[in-house]
């Protein structure tokens, strides 16, 4: 048992176009991947929407921390398949599987590329209220603490002889408790920490803040965001016009 799939969330200043991208461009874009899975319940459409990722996160140099978050995700695809194997199709599973695959690949690359800084810029920009957006670029940060929090009490766990690697669905799930008990302990005093912190400070004394620096949309954001309208349309068109498209679009597994 491994939380590791949770640092594929964290930020990782690189120098890269995807990297340099606003901020709002990125949450957009994931925004119009989503959309994008959400549209189709079918296996080839899916499978096309998954590699068009690819290229982005070749060139956003992401490669191995995108594997991370596909792979943490290995646990969920056995309920997956069972469950709507069972009450609809395998096909349908297998379309559930690359839908959650687009989603979290889409929010994963925007929390890999994103600082939290500029997380809470851009959506006061937005016109968010800044104690909303200071309190989701809060959150954004912990991932990743609590990520290698959990896994030192595991570790813990492991060196006072408690046996974590059993077999079976049972013995997995009990396992949990040993690890979930201690870690929900140690968020809430760093939430008490957190909260005595900024009152020490007096977090939200003035309704009116200065900020050190300012985002600007440029000229690649506009050009990236053109593309995903483009891609978006396009997604909706196919949707609408599915059925007159060829065949192989609506392949399905036998079964």
Sequence with gaps: MSLEFLNAFKFMKKKTFLHNLDPRAKLFFSIVYTISAMLFTEIIPLILIFLSLIPIVLFGKLFKQW?????????????????????????????????????????????????????????????????????FSLAFRFVPTIANEAQNILDAQQSRGYELQKKGLVNQIKNLFPLLIPLIICSIKRAFNVAEALESRAFGCRKKRTYYYSIKYSIKDWVFTFYLLLFLAFTIFIRIQFNVLPEFLMWSLPV
């Design 67 to 135: 594997i991370k978050s596909i792979r943490g995700l290995s646990f969920l695809i056995f309920f997956i398949v069972l469950l709507n194997t069972l009450f609809i199709s395998l096909s349908f599973a297998i379309a559930m599987i690359l839908r959650i695959y687009i989603m979290v690949s889409a929010f994963s690359i925007f929390f890999l590329t994103v600082d939290p800084n500029d997380l809470a810029l851009s959506l006061i920009s937005m016109r968010l209220p800044y104690e909303f957006a200071f309190s």
